[in-house]
């Protein structure tokens, strides 16, 4: 079992599957939010499900109306569990917040797209600002 | 955080439901970025288009407009960004009735709450532009940067939820670009080419967006020395916020708090980043499609100024569009008003092309558009629009607005 200190963050605690890439993210240049998938063509994670993963990112772009997003998106089931980065913008954080989502950034041992791997299990506590990874 | 005495009124719930709700939002979100207060803010501008929006975000709205009279009104001047709707034209680009009475919920919602329905995404061209030092929650990533960088206002990216809950409250918390010391120079890049068309000026934007990449950076540009007017820094700082979430940046001898290099960064303490024209031009590659069938042209994100909107009536004079290519020209109420009282959306329309008002082609159901009207490669001379509109399933080609439309007339890309 890993441990990894973050800044505390928004949203309940969380576990699930990782998905890890060094991409960035914006939920209205990305996705398919219909299909649940990543529909970017030059996106690393393109025709990739989010669904119910723990999402990992480097950061966040552009697209104020993400922060709508994710409360839709949670609305009908079809959203990530929780979604990490290195540095978020404030536009995904306000979001998180709205949509009860979990969400946390700044990491204390660097590079969180690095740390996680996809396939770990992760469980995600905001509260404190603590992020614990099991490896098979 | 530290709450005054009517902060924490709100936050008791004695100001009415929707205020209880705004504070505790907003200092969640403070508490996530180590906001210690709230600081004041005189303007609230909200993204809240339906397709972002949803049914769950319409019935979010409509339970705060349900409210009394007393509960649910802003309490600061607040303005709306573009919709997904123009009624006028919604049924000519196929989008549905059920999206047409999505909006219709949205709008009203919004007017229970007393919020003016401006639709614009140049307000800080057509509406109220803030003064420098003015404390503002504004949505829209191209407003934000436009209002800090080149009016010296102070904004962070506020999303629709914080938007609002800053014009139930007249507050936003105090992080980010509300305070000085985030407001300094961290990256610095010299151009040694000139920017000519707009959609160079998006280029340069899009250029320094994606090398910085980061909300926390702020890029200070040196090198220049044609001097950008109003368009030409909308088209800039609107790309650079969409490649990398940019909010602030300085332009040496132009912008407010960029009198000189020394003003915003110790020079001897960054180096600076070379931009070349072979960095423009590789840009520009990036979107192809040259001698391809050109399904629709859309000047969009921004919003045309109505100078956009002279230059785009002056190009479309006495010639025809290709009967299988479509044209665009997305504006907001106020400029249409003005283009139509001066003839200028008669002379662009009687080429067979199509003057939008109030809405923002991206966030009009763009996907859903290009399956009803047979769309797929989309030219348009805006940097954020041919960032934004590959995730919708389009094929962009980026150039000036002369190629643009000498594409749509040709039907294919020039």
Redo the contacts between chains.
């Keep these: 079992m890993v441990e990894l200190k973050c800044?505390?963050?928004?949203g309940p605690v969380v576990s699930g599957e990782a998905l890890v890439t060094d991409d960035?993210f914006s939920a209205?240049?990305?996705?398919?939010r219909t299909a649940g998938i990543f529909?970017?063509?030059?996106h690393k994670l393109a025709g990739q499900s989010y669904v119910d993963r723990i999402m990992v990112f480097n950061?966040?772009?552009?697209?104020?109306?993400?922060?709508?997003?994710l409360?839709?998106m949670?609305?009908?089931g079809i959203a990530p569990k929780a979604i990490l980065f290195n540095?978020?913008?404030?536009?995904l954080?306000?979001?998180a917040?709205?949509a009860d989502m979990a969400?946390c950034d700044r990491f204390d041992d660097g590079d969180v797209t690095r740390l996680i791997r996809s396939g770990d299990q992760v469980t995600v506590n905001p509260e404190i600002g603590l992020v614990t990874i099991t490896r098979a | 955080m530290k709450l005054s005495d009517e902060e924490q009124a709100m936050l008791n719930g004695e100001l009415g439901e929707p205020r209880r709700w705004a504070i505790e939002h907003m200092m969640r979100v403070g508490r996530f970025f180590d906001a210690e207060e709230f600081v004041e803010v005189t303007q609230a501008h909200i993204m809240a288009d339906t397709e972002s929006l949803g049914e769950a975000g319409i019935e979010f709205l409509e339970d705060i407009a349900a409210r009394p009279l007393n509960e649910r009104q802003v309490r600061i001047p607040m303005i709306t960004d573009p919709r997904g709707i123009d009624f006028c034209h919604y049924k000519r680009l196929k989008q549905t009735d059920l999206m047409a009475s999505l909006e219709q919920r949205a709008i009203d919602a919004f007017e229970a709450m007393g919020i003016l329905m401006t639709n614009t995404c140049i307000n800080y061209q057509t509406i109220m532009p803030p003064v420098r030092g003015e404390h503002l929650a504004f949505g829209d990533t191209g407003v934000v940067i436009y209002c800090n960088s080149v009016l010296g206002a102070y904004s962070n990216f506020e999303g629709g939820p914080s938007s609002l809950a800053a014009g139930l409250t007249g507050r936003t918390p105090r992080y980010g670009l509300h305070l000085d010391q985030n407001r300094k120079a961290t990256r610095r890049f010299r151009v040694d080419w000139e920017p000519e068309h707009l959609s160079d000026w998006g280029a340069l934007g899009g250029i320094i967006g994606a090398r910085s990449g980061s909300y926390w950076e702020v890029p200070v540009i040196e090198g220049i020395s044609a001097k950008p007017g109003s368009d030409q820094m909308k088209h800039m700082g609107a790309a650079m916020a969409s490649f990398g979430s940019i909010p602030l940046f300085h332009l040496v001898g132009v912008t407010p708090e960029a009198p000189s290099l020394e003003a915003v960064c110790e020079p001897d303490q960054i180096a600076a980043e070379v931009i070349s024209e072979i960095d423009r031009d590789a840009f520009f590659a990036r979107f192809g499609g040259k001698g391809e069938k050109v399904d629709v042209v859309v000047f969009s994100a921004p919003q045309l100024s109505l100078l956009e909107m002279q230059s785009l009536a002056e190009l479309l004079d006495e010639r025809k569009l290709h009967p299988d290519t479509s044209l665009l020209a997305v504006t907001s109420p106020v400029v249409a008003a003005d283009a139509r009282r001066m003839g200028l959306v008669e002379r662009i329309e009687s080429s067979g092309a199509l003057v939008l008002e109030g809405m923002c082609f991206y966030q009009s159901y763009a996907r859903e558009m290009a399956e009803a009207n047979g769309w797929k490669r989309l030219m348009t001379n805006s940097v954020k629009l041919a960032n934004i509109i590959g995730g919708y399933g389009y094929e962009p080609t980026l150039s000036n607005m002369e190629n643009c439309v000498a594409s749509a007339i040709a039907g294919e890309i020039v």
């Design positions: 800044h505390v963050g928004v960035n209205r240049y990305d996705l398919d529909s970017r063509p030059q950061t966040a772009k552009g697209g104020v109306a993400s922060a709508w997003m409360h839709e949670k609305s009908r540095n978020v913008n404030p536009i954080a306000q979001g917040a709205l969400m």
